[in-house]
């Protein structure tokens, strides 16, 4: 996967980049996030070699990425930044890397003020330029002058440094006419194309994995009169993108793709949210369309914001429109391109309408002077920074109702700012009952569970039950959300249950008739949803993590051992194994051959084998295979997964496909060669639909040492 979202950033062209390709976290990230920044990982050689290492070496000497993120932990007592073991001999000299190194934000300073590897801002500078860490994205280097006075490093490291930034300004052509850089003429025209969009859509369909099924699935249209579609997930388009994601042009959320579908046929889709993701949990929401005008007479959408270029807001604003995001942050590493980067000051006035009555809370981050008034009184008024960063008030608001608000922002001294408005949406206490009701009148009801990126994330505020920091700290699914499967499922009617999640969830699957996991679904994921629940789309999904049965079946976050981790490593029963997927047909395997029974280092295998659709409906089978070693030693592999390809089939169609691999696949760490070896010994090669069903098996022997 690393490969092709290389490839797919940094383009084909032979003289060109289309964009920088960044490896992020080199390497083994990052420990608990709230010890991000004092973490010290130490997995043993062989953990570190064949699992924390083979994505990015992968990713530099297959894919060619041209750039690496260095991490905010140590790596065996040496700040990531600092390494010279992870950015200079291994990344550079083992594997060729021809790039620059970038550290996160300000991964430098924690070099000197959160590991104390360095006495001051100078020393980092230079002993991270000199472990090979080109860039930092943040202050620090600031102090490479002083370093330099102190002879701390040398012209040279900077010059080295420089070069290996400047030459991917030029690999992107930015020093080049444009007419001759073909990524130039990509402009806004390509932006969700019908290709993309086709293919967003084809990406949803293959990678939603059905988990369960007793038949349920798929839907005859026909027998349905209503569904109820509850749960906190069914209308969100947070649980759409992930993390770190564009923003969807035309986003189709689960309940809007099933009323695309089954309204026009003249089904019943009734929604009720029923319960929030997390009990405790209030989303900091934007501003919806239509609840922000520049003026009480609801003419123009959006607040009125005004940006000047002085401290007193004086003058004619250098910027004057409406705007529907009511914040802005910016920074000399973060681009805001209509305001500037020193001296700013920020206006938004207008007024706020209300979707429904309720009692609103309303939310304010800023990092500088700010002032907020809102219906007319004064909320925030701080000369300087406030003394909390984020302030909440409360309002009660009728609907259809105008609320004038006005926001100032002061810019501080430095080159950044912060400001943002968000509310909490008004609690329905009959949101519950409204949900069960809903559910006693359908047909069939489909829940909406799961997470999204509001509680998983990279350094997050949310500290509630199973969840600290952006990490979680339980796998199973909410208490409350557990509740409402409980007792939706005591009613004894057809329940489809739809899993939203990053990762890997536990739960009570005996409560549902059928499993969908959506994960992140995408911008036509409602669509995909709705085809495979009505059967237009047949699921093929395979689960690329473990979905274990229990907490206790894992060790502590803190111990970075592969032990007992993994489908490679793990020696319990899971809830859903690693490669698992359904499908509403059936497929057998039989005829396994290799093409040799015996191969040295470095040869490749192909593996034949006949797959045969043993249903009724036109499916795609994700043939897989596996290697153990016969006889497996202590701290190896129980099983590795060593290729896979994707087949389709018509209903009794049979098909020989043929997957080859590299025997190197098949290589061991070794402390004492300091490298890989493809050692004399036996693997048993399985092909099958996932890690735990072997539906044909063959002995592989390897002849000789690499």
Do not use: C
């Given at each position: 996967m690393g490969v092709a979202f290389v490839r797919g950033l940094q383009g084909t062209d032979p003289h060109y980049l289309k964009t920088v390709a960044t490896l992020k976290h080199y390497a083994v990230h990052s420990g608990p996030e709230s010890l991000r920044h004092v973490f010290d990982a130490r997995p043993s050689p062989r953990d570190f070699w064949e699992?924390?290492?083979?994505?990015?070496?992968?990713?530099?000497?297959?894919?060619?990425?041209?750039?690496?993120?260095?991490?905010?932990n140590s790596i065996y007592g040496v700040p990531g930044p600092a390494s010279s073991l992870a950015l200079t001999e291994i990344l550079r000299k083992r594997w060729g890397f021809q790039g620059a190194v970038v550290g996160d934000v300000d991964t430098i300073r924690?070099?000197?003020?959160?590991?104390?590897?360095?006495?001051?801002?100078?020393?980092a500078s230079a002993v991270t330029i000199k472990a090979g860490n080109e860039l930092c994205s943040g202050e620090t280097y600031k102090a490479l002058p002083d370093a330099l006075k102190r002879g701390l490093l040398s012209e040279k490291d900077v010059d080295l440094a420089l070069t290996r930034l400047l030459k991917l300004r030029f690999l992107?052509?930015?020093?080049?006419?444009?007419?001759?850089?073909?990524?130039?003429?990509?402009?806004?025209?390509?932006?969700?194309?019908?290709?993309?969009?086709?293919?967003?859509?084809?990406?949803a369909r293959q990678s939603m994995v059905l988990l369960k099924n007793d038949g349920t699935l798929p839907w005859d249209a026909k027998k349905l009169h209503t569904v109820a579609v509850l749960g906190p997930t069914a209308n969100s388009e947070t649980a759409l993108i992930g993390n770190y994601a564009g923003t969807p042009v035309a986003p189709v959320t689960l309940l809007a793709?099933?009323?695309?579908?089954?309204?026009?046929?003249?089904?019943?889709?009734?929604?009720?949210t029923a319960v929030p993701l997390l009990e405790g949990y209030a989303k900091d929401e934007a501003f919806a369309k239509g609840t922000l005008f520049t003026s009480a007479d609801l003419s123009t959408p959006g607040l009125r914001f005004e940006v000047f270029g002085n401290s007193s807001f004086e003058g004619k604003p250098l910027d004057d429109k409406p705007d529907q995001e009511v914040g802005r942050h910016w920074a000399f590493y973060i681009f805001a391109e209509d305001v500037p980067l020193r001296n700013a000051c920020l206006r938004w006035s207008g007024v706020i309408l209300a979707p429904e009555d309720g009692e609103?809370?309303?939310?304010?981050?800023?990092?500088?002077?700010?002032k907020l008034e809102l219906g007319g009184s004064v909320v925030v008024d701080s000369p300087t920074a406030p003394a909390t960063k984020k302030v909440l008030h409360k309002l009660k608001l009728k609907k259809g109702t105008p609320c004038p608000v006005l926001l100032e922002?002061?810019?501080?001294?430095?080159?950044?700012?912060?400001?943002q408005l968000r509310w909490h949406l008004p609690a329905r206490s009959d949101a519950y009952e409204a949900a069960m009701a809903a559910a006693r009148q359908a047909d069939h009801i489909v829940l909406t569970l799961g997470i999204t990126p509001d509680l998983e994330g990279e350094e997050m505020p949310v500290k509630l039950a199973g969840f600290d920091g952006g990490d979680r700290t339980s796998l199973q699914l909410p208490a409350i959300q557990k509740r409402l499967l409980a007792d939706v499922a005591a009613l004894g009617k057809p329940v489809t249950v739809v899993l939203t999640t990053g990762s890997a969830l536990i739960l009570d699957t005996s409560k549902a008739n059928a499993l969908l996991c959506a994960w992140y679904y995408g911008q036509n994921g409602g669509t995909a949803l709705a085809e495979i629940l009505l059967g237009e789309t047949n699921p093929s999904g395979r689960l690329p993590v473990t979905f274990y049965a229990s907490d206790s079946d894992l060790p502590p976050f803190t111990d970075y051992s592969m032990d007992g981790r993994t489908y490679r490593?793990?020696?319990?029963?899971?809830?859903?194994?690693?490669?698992?997927?359904?499908?509403?047909?059936r497929f057998g395997y039989d005829g396994m051959q290799l093409s040799t029974p015996a191969a040295s280092a470095g040869e490749t295998v192909h593996v034949r084998v006949t797959v045969h659709n043993m249903g009724t409906k036109a499916g795609e089978?994700?043939?897989?295979?596996?290697?153990?070693?016969k006889g497996t030693r202590e701290g190896r592999a129980l099983r590795q997964l060593i290729a896979f390809q994707r087949v389709a089939l018509e209903p009794g169609e049979r098909k020989q496909i043929e997957i080859p691999f590299s025997t190197n696949r098949l290589a061991h760490w070794d402390e004492k060669a300091d490298g890989f070896v493809v050692e004399p010994t036996s693997y048993e090669i399985v092909a099958g639909p996932s890690s735990d069903v072997p539906a044909q098996t063959s002995v592989l022997s390897i002849k000789a040492k690499l």
């Open positions: 699992t924390y290492l083979p994505a990015f070496r992968m990713g530099i000497e297959e894919g060619h990425a041209m750039s690496v993120m260095s991490v905010y924690d070099v000197w003020r959160s590991h104390k590897y360095s006495k001051d801002a100078a020393e992107l052509g930015q020093f080049d006419p444009q007419d001759q850089v073909p990524y130039s003429s990509i402009g806004a025209d390509q932006i969700n194309t019908p290709a993309s969009s086709a293919l967003a859509l084809k990406a793709g099933l009323r695309a579908k089954l309204e026009p046929l003249g089904v019943k889709v009734l929604h009720e609103y809370e309303f939310v304010l981050s800023a990092d500088s002077a700010v922002y002061r810019q501080g001294k430095r080159d950044e700012g912060n400001v490593y793990f020696k319990g029963k899971p809830l859903y194994a690693f490669g698992h997927g359904l499908s509403y047909t089978e994700v043939v897989q295979l596996y290697a153990s070693e």
